[in-house]
Nanobody
Framework: QVQVVESGGGLVQAGGSLRLSCAASGSIFSIYYMAWYRQAPGKQRELVAS???????TYADSVKGRFTISKDNAKNTVYLQMNSLKPEDTAVYYC???????????????WGQGTQVTVSA
């Protein structure tokens, strides 16, 4: 089994910065893909940023130029550096990890429980 734990959320004023971390642990054969999603009250969960093999990254248009995703392969950890935060960035941020285990090396999706980010005006 694979566990995914996020950290780093909190309350920040508009224009401020936060850094989220997501660590995957357990019986991991390989991590194929990691991503950050967010869900605001009354809205659907949306993809914020992702990082795949060879460090290929994607970003939602709403965060391009402000957020940066990166990973530490040795620690099975992905980070989301969030700068110039806006009130509309307020949401619960979830980490998604697609990983294989020794029992099944194909990719399965694992989610963390989320971390709250609140940006005040």
């Amino acid at each position: 089994q694979v566990q995914v734990v996020e950290s780093g959320g909190g309350l920040v004023q508009a224009g401020g910065s936060l850094r989220l971390s997501c660590a995957a642990s357990g019986s991991i054969f390989s991590i194929y893909y990691m991503a950050w999603y967010r869900q605001a009250p009354g809205k659907q969960r949306e993809l914020v940023a992702s990082i795949a093999a060879r460090d290929t990254t994607t970003y939602a248009d709403s965060v391009k130029g402000r957020f940066t995703i990166s990973k530490d392969n040795a620690k099975n950890t992905v980070y989301l550096q969030m700068n110039s935060l806006k009130p509309e960035d307020t949401a619960v941020y979830y980490c998604r990890t697609d990983a294989g285990t020794p029992q099944f090396i194909g990719a399965r999706t694992y989610w963390g429980q989320g971390t709250q980010v609140t940006v005040s005006a």
